[in-house]
């Protein structure tokens, strides 16, 4: 390679990766596609079954279950945590075909008192001291909720909260507070909440809930009393969750459907091939960490099995995409995990 062409190479990916950098999403697995197996029932019990740690990077943070809630699922007789049916309602994931939930307010559990749930996920990288953070998740009220309440709460840390021995809510400080003028009432769709964050340093995790004490927590009813059954609980879903360097610079978007960052082509049968599914696209181009093209594609319909144009299996890593047509270009960024 002649000299003025490495460095106008070496010009275009510094300029590529500064690009990217913010796109990246911090939250692990943070649109909830990745599985060890397929969950099979609602979390809970006296020795509680921790079903959503078969979604990778996300764990229980009390006593209280939250659940893991994926398609793959509707393949067995007994479907509670199929989607879109399962057993506290009815809705499709924002993304892809998984997503999680919990009870964010349930009172008189066991016998009185005031039971919570909280969903509590990794980061990717370690938040630096000062820096400024935008962060955003999808949230859905579940159709068997015969309340709402609202304020939803996310707290960052640098270790994982792990209060295993109480079902209580937890007392932390949120370091960003969702309130609504109303409640969060909407079963039929996916409402945004976003904030910012400027981290203290050395974050790993994030714990989402409801950190409002209970006699303080305002709450609505949406179904009538039945003295048979009676029902106090906001059951929410979410899915979609991103973290995002605040100062991230937003590249024009060709593809308007959803692109996963994350993928593991480690023949399981599950999140083998990164797909992108755009009209009107001239090539897909794949680049290692250190500039290296490995693969291109000029197909409508694309994807990527982590080989490289010769046939090449892929080390574990980053790397990083270029979408074109034949009008502007798209970048972004994938993690290949086998």
């Known amino acids: 390679m002649n000299k003025p062409f490495k460095y106008f190479f070496l010009l275009f990916f510094i300029s590529f990766c500064c690009e990217t950098k913010g796109q990246t999403n911090l939250v692990y697995n943070g649109d909830f596609e990745i599985y060890t197996s397929c969950p099979l029932t609602e979390s809970g019990g006296s020795q509680p079954i921790k079903e959503i740690t078969k979604c990778s990077g996300w764990d229980i943070a009390t006593w209280g279950t939250s659940d893991y809630f994926n398609s793959c699922s509707n393949n067995f007789t007994y479907q509670p945590v199929g989607v879109p ?45 000062g820096k400024k953070y935008n962060f955003s998740l999808q949230l859905s009220l579940a159709n068997s909720s015969a309340l709402a309440i609202k304020n939803i709460g996310i707290v960052f840390s640098n270790s994982k909260i792990q209060q295993l021995s109480s079902w209580k809510p937890l007392t932390n400080i949120p370091n960003i507070t969702f309130t609504s003028p109303t409640f969060y009432t909407d079963s039929l769709n996916w409402v945004m909440l976003s904030g910012s964050y400027t981290a203290n340093g050395n974050e790993n995790y994030l714990t989402i809930g409801n950190f409002t004490d209970s006699l303080l927590t305002d709450t609505i009813r949406l179904l009538p009393i039945d003295s048979d059954a009676p029902n106090f609980s906001s059951y929410y879903y979410i899915d979609d969750v991103k973290l995002y360097e605040a100062d991230s610079i937003i590249t024009t978007q060709i593809c ?9 082509p480690n023949s399981d049968g599950i999140n083998d091939v990164w797909k992108v599914n755009c009209t009107e ?29 010769s046939g090449e299996t892929c080390s574990d890593g980053i790397y990083y995409y270029i979408i074109q047509n034949t009008q502007t270009t798209q970048k972004g960024f994938i993690q290949l995990l086998r």
């Open 85 to 129: 049916q399962n057993l506290v309602g009815y809705q499709n994931a924002y993304s892809g075909v998984g997503y999680t939930g919990g009870f964010f307010y349930l009172m008189g559990y066991p016998t009185s008192g005031h039971y919570r749930e909280y969903v509590q996920g990794s980061l990717v990288n370690t938040l630096e001291a």
């Open 256 to 264: 308007s459907n959803y692109l996963p960052n994350i993928f593991t």
């Open 281 to 309: 696209l001239s090539s897909l181009i794949i680049i290692n960490r250190w500039g290296n093209k490995i693969k291109e594609m000029t197909n409508k319909v694309l994807s990527w099995d982590g080989r490289t144009t």
